[in-house]
C-alpha cells in the first residue's frame, strides 16, 4: 500500500487487521523461509546451531536469551530481528507507547477514541522505530524500564491516582515492538523482580497503583556466562520466564574466522595503494584466536572474542601500509615481521589466568609462533624444502626486516634454490611485496620446525642453516 490511511476511520476502511508483534514476526519468519530467504544478514558460522533455535523461539512465540562470552554475535542478533516485522504498522499519533488504533492500552487513547471515534488521526511506524536496547546497570531503576509518576503532571493539578499522571518508562515506549536488554545478571534483583509482570502477564504496575497495560513486545535478553557468578546473576523466576534459552558460541572452523574477519574490518580506500592479504596471514590471525581459546595461560571465562581477530587484521594491515609508505612501494602485503603488531590490539582483549608469572606479551609471541607453525604446516611438507635446506647448509643466509625494501626479498630469494617454487606455491608470482611476504613466511615455517636457525637484532633477522 503506496498511501496508508491517516485516520482511524481509513483503515477500518482499508480491512487490517491487527496482530502482535509476536504474530508478526513469526507469520513474517514463516513466509521467509517459505520463499527460502536469507535470515540474519551479516551473522556468520551459526547457520547450523544458533539460528535454527532463534527460528524455533520465535515460531513457538517465545521469548529468547543469548547466553554466550563477549563478541559472539548476541546484540547483532538481536537487532537483526526488526527485518522480521511489518514494513509499517498504523499507531494512534502523538501517542507515548505506539497504541494499536483498534485496541489502546493507555488511558489518554481510550479517551480520545471514545470522543473522536474514527476522526483520530494514525502514524505509521517503521521497523526502527520499533526497537529499543538498554544495557543493563546497577544503576537502573524501576522508573528507567517502566515507569514513575511526575511530579510536574501532578502540580498541574491532576490526581496522584490519575493514569495519566505517569511518565513511561523504556519497556512501555516499546509497545508492539521488540525490546532488547543486553548483559541481564547486572541488573538490580529488585529490578529484574519488577520484569516478572512484563514478561508473564504482559502488564505493568507503577507505584502501587492499579495500571494495568497489558504490553505486547517480544523481549530479547543477552548474558554472559561469567556473570553468573562474578558481577549478578539471573533470578530463577525471570529466567523461567524466557522460553528459549540460547547458548551462542564462537567460531568452529578457521574459515569461518576468516569470514567474519573480512567482513567486519574497518576498510579505507588509500589513493594509489593496493592491498592484498595473502590467505596463509588471514589464517595465521584467525589461529591464533582459535590457539588463545584453548590456552590454559588465559581466562577462558571472559572468553577470546571475535574482535581480537578484526582488530590484529587492522593493526597488520596497518603496519603494511606504513612500510609501503615509507620505501615508496604501492603494494601493501602484511609479512611475518608485521605480526608484533598484533600484540597491541590483542593485549587489552584477553585475561590471563594467573598474574604476574608471565607477561601478556609472551604469552602472545608464543601463541603466534605456535599459529605460523600451524599454518605452515597445513600449507606445505618439509620433504618439498630439501634443496632449499641443502642451500642453507652449504652457506647460505636470507636477511629479513619489517623495513626491508620488497625488491631485496626478491634479489636474495632468486639466488637460493628452491625458493622460487615455494613462493610460486603461495601464489606470490609478479608481485614483489607478495614474494617478500611469502618468503618471510617460508623462512619462519622453517625456522620454527627447527630446520632453520634465526638470529635476531635489533632491526633486521638473519636465517641460517
Not at 546497570?137 to 517502566?146: F, N
Not at 577462558?300 to 574482535?307: A, E, N, T
Amino acid at each position: 500500500m503506496n498511501e496508508h490511511p491517516t485516520t482511524v476511520g481509513g483503515l477500518r476502511e482499508t480491512g487490517y487487521r491487527p496482530r502482535s508483534v509476536k504474530e508478526e514476526l513469526r507469520g513474517n519468519l514463516i513466509a521467509a523461509l517459505g520463499e527460502a530467504r536469507p535470515l540474519f544478514p551479516g551473522i556468520v558460522g551459526y547457520d547450523a546451531t544458533v539460528i535454527p533455535q532463534i527460528e524455533n523461539a520465535i515460531l513457538s512465540g517465545q521469548d529468547i536469551i543469548l547466553l554466550g562470552e563477549r563478541g559472539q554475535a548476541k546484540t547483532r542478533i538481536a537487532r537483526s530481528l526488526v527485518a522480521l516485522l511489518d514494513p509499517a504498522v498504523p499507531a494512534i499519533a502523538g501517542c507515548e507507547i505506539n497504541d494499536e488504533p483498534f485496541d489502546p492500552i493507555c488511558a489518554s487513547c481510550r479517551y480520545r477514541i471514545a470522543n473522536d471515534g474514527d476522526t483520530v488521526e494514525l502514524v505509521w511506524l517503521t521497523p526502527d522505530r520499533r526497537y529499543s536496547e538498554k544495557l543493563a546497570t546497577p544503576d537502573i531503576s524501576i522508573a528507567d524500564l517502566i515507569g514513575e509518576v511526575d511530579p510536574i503532571k501532578v502540580a498541574e493539578g491532576r490526581y496522584l491516582s490519575d493514569e495519566m499522571t505517569i511518565h513511561y518508562g523504556l519497556l512501555p515506549r516499546t509497545h508492539r515492538g521488540v525490546f532488547t536488554l543486553n548483559e541481564l545478571p547486572d541488573l538490580a534483583e529488585r529490578v529484574q523482580v519488577g520484569l516478572l509482570n512484563v514478561m508473564e502477564e504482559r502488564d505493568v504496575q507503577i507505584r502501587g497503583y492499579k495500571v494495568r497495560l497489558p504490553l505486547d513486545l517480544f523481549v530479547v535478553a543477552s548474558a554472559n556466562p561469567e556473570d553468573y557468578t562474578n558481577r549478578g546473576r539471573i533470578i530463577t523466576p525471570l529466567k523461567d520466564r524466557f522460553g528459549s534459552q540460547i547458548r551462542t558460541h564462537y567460531p568452529h572452523e578457521i574459515v569461518t574466522e576468516v569470514g567474519i574477519m573480512e567482513q567486519e574490518r574497518s576498510e579505507f580506500v588509500d589513493e594509489g595503494m593496493t592491498t592484498i592479504v595473502p590467505g596463509y596471514m588471514k589464517e595465521v590471525l584467525a589461529e591464533l584466536s582459535h590457539l588463545a581459546r584453548r590456552s590454559p595461560e588465559i581466562s577462558q571465562r571472559s572468553g577470546v572474542s571475535v574482535r581480537v581477530t578484526i582488530a590484529n587484521y587492522e593493526n597488520l594491515v596497518s603496519n603494511a601500509l606504513k612500510r609501503a609508505l615509507r620505501l615508496g612501494e604501492s603494494s601493501v602485503v602484511p609479512r611475518i615481521s608485521d605480526l608484533p603488531a598484533v600484540v597491541a590490539s590483542t593485549a587489552g582483549k584477553i585475561e590471563l589466568e594467573s598474574v604476574g608469572e608471565t607477561s601478556e606479551e609472551r604469552v602472545i609471541e608464543r601463541l603466534t609462533q605456535r599459529a605460523v607453525l600451524n599454518v605452515f604446516n597445513r600449507s606445505f611438507a618439509l620433504a618439498e624444502f630439501d634443496s632449499l635446506l641443502g642451500a642453507f647448509q652449504r652457506g647460505a643466509t636470507m636477511h629479513v626486516s619489517s623495513s626491508q625494501p620488497s625488491t631485496e626479498y626478491v634479489k636474495q630469494a632468486l639466488q637460493i634454490p628452491g625458493m622460487k617454487g615455494a613462493v610460486a606455491k603461495l601464489g606470490a608470482t609478479g608481485n614483489p611485496a607478495a614474494i617478500a611476504a611469502a618468503v618471510e613466511f617460508i623462512l619462519e615455517g622453517l625456522h620454527l620446525n627447527r630446520k632453520l636457525n634465526k638470529e635476531r637484532g635489533e632491526t633486521r633477522s638473519t636465517f641460517r642453516g
